[in-house]
């Protein structure tokens, strides 16, 4: 049944009911908007003052027991923004079924599972609830026996939680409350039919939250209409302000990338860097070259194994090597300290993917840039990423290294490149309508040529007979009749 969404534009002060007019507006403490001692003091311990608009604008409506569809940008603090209402519901009342979980979120990856566990134990740090996390990469009987045990909160990705509900290792059936994190990420993904599977098992008298940088994905209301039940409101946060400087630098083939990306990472002044690729193998090969250019670089991609991918991550929090290279697996969620430089090597396939890499940094208000190599096969899908984002990326220039592309000569009113016209084949004629010296118009006929009216008809070989003289006709020669000696009275004889 089709949800009914009412929708709220933001930035908006749900305290004093009046539109923000900046980000200087006053926002209430946390203090305002969670009752529990217990989270507040949490709260207090992780240095939070005060709520960011998201979490403004959700809390109190999620305490509320509303279904909500939350759009806003990468970095606003979605995460405390569900992680809060819904740890306040859990301690304050008792559960409806105490063998089943209360509260299951389900994200894209497992380094955004990884990173909400993280949160959700340190705001937990003075209570006796205990969270577990269902990912891939970890072997099924571990898994098996941490469901066993009831955690009231389990995090997980749906590709391997789908596996537990059809093995029977899981109990939803007194859930509370469904949390879908970086929900056109999972679509993206292909993973809408396992979290179909799991939305089944779970109770109908849930309360569903779903935040996600975009709500105007294709395919997204789709699933929409079969996760929420009952009514929904949408709640939309406007980016009002934007602290990423974002700009492009023209390349002229992929060594010329590499080149501009050991040369920025050497000249430009950062604290940490990522360097987002297309392809795993791209992801290998570049990490090697800044490696080989005395970089402090590691490399994050599908292929290597979940501890890898802890101790890669880790070591790039702590701050041990300051470029990751990455693939979009780390594109979505990662929270980390002091990313204040983002490169495009490889242009992002949409303004979605575009716009989850650039959000890596110049989080919570903090400024930071984002720069693209743009080669002449990408000028128009750069084009594209800039319309749709309604952005402008400020073309600039590393010295000693520019490019001999200067960009396309002739550009369309949208940016992009004039294609190049198809010449017309020799002994073909023109589709287009002509004119003749009067102004009458008029049509030049296509003619249609078959193959076997241009074989050679005729030019056969003629079979020898037998004194007999045959005719070709149409290239095929009638076969040799036999001529027979006529047999006579006087032969008989």
């Given at each position: ?95 409806v079924n105490p063998r089943s979980t209360r509260l299951l979120i389900l994200t894209p990856t497992r380094e955004l599972a990884r990173q909400i566990v993280k949160n959700a134990q340190s705001l937990l740090r003075f209570t006796s609830i205990k969270v577990g996390s269902i990912c891939g990469g970890e072997e099924l009987r571990y898994q098996k026996a941490l469901l ?346």
């Open positions: 049944m089709a949800a009914y969404l009412r929708r709220l534009r933001l930035p908006f002060c749900y305290l004093c009911s009046q539109s923000l007019p900046s980000r200087g507006c006053l926002m209430s403490a946390f203090d305002d908007l969670i009752a529990d001692t217990q989270l507040r003091k949490a709260i207090a311990e992780q240095g939070y003052e005060q709520p960011t608009e998201v979490q403004q604008a959700a809390i109190p409506r999620a305490l509320e027991g509303k279904n909500l569809l939350v759009s806003s940008k990468t970095g606003s603090g979605k995460t405390a923004a569900f992680l809060l209402p819904c740890l306040q519901q859990i301690l304050a009342q008792s559960a066993r045990k009831n955690p009231e909160i389990v995090v997980a990705t749906p590709g391997r939680l789908a596996e537990h509900v059809a093995h029977k290792s899981t109990d939803f059936s007194g859930l509370e409350f469904l949390v879908l994190d970086e929900a056109d990420r999972m679509l993206d993904m292909g993973l809408s039919e396992d979290v179909l599977k799991i939305v089944e098992s779970c109770d109908a008298a849930r309360q569903t939250l779903l935040f996600s940088a975009t709500l105007e994905q294709k395919g997204l209301r789709h699933l929409i209409k079969q996760v929420i039940t009952g009514e929904a409101e949408e709640i939309y946060i406007e980016d009002s302000s934007n602290q990423i400087e974002q700009q492009m630098v023209l390349a002229d083939d992929d060594k010329h990338k590499e080149r501009l990306a050991v040369a920025l990472l050497n000249r430009a002044e950062y604290q940490k860097a990522i360097v987002f690729v297309n392809t795993k193998v791209r992801a290998s090969q570049l990490d090697n070259i800044l490696r080989y250019n005395q970089l402090r670089s590691t490399a994050l991609h599908g292929d290597i194994t979940q501890d890898d991918r802890k101790r890669v991550l880790e070591a790039f929090r702590q701050g041990k090597t300051r470029v990751l290279v990455a693939t979009d697996v780390a594109a979505r969620g990662l929270d980390i300290d002091g990313v204040d430089l983002v490169i495009n090597l490889e242009m992002a396939h949409s303004g979605d993917e575009y716009l989850h890499r650039v959000g890596r940094t110049g989080r919570a208000d903090q400024p930071g840039r984002a720069v693209s190599f743009v080669s002449a096969s990408e000028w128009n899908l750069t084009k594209s990423i800039e319309r749709y984002l309604k952005v402008s990326l400020q073309t600039i220039q590393i010295p000693g290294l520019e490019a001999s592309y200067k960009g396309p000569d002739k550009l369309k009113k949208s940016g992009k490149a004039y294609g190049a016209k198809k010449k017309a084949a020799d002994g073909k004629q023109d589709k287009k309508k002509g004119t003749t010296a009067g102004g009458a118009k008029k049509i030049t006929e296509k003619v249609k040529v078959r193959e076997r009216e241009r074989k050679n008809i005729g030019k056969r070989r003629k079979p020898s007979g037998i004194g007999v003289d045959t005719a070709v006709i149409d290239g095929f020669a009638p076969p040799p009749k036999k001529v027979l000696p006529r047999l006579t009275p006087e032969a008989d004889e």
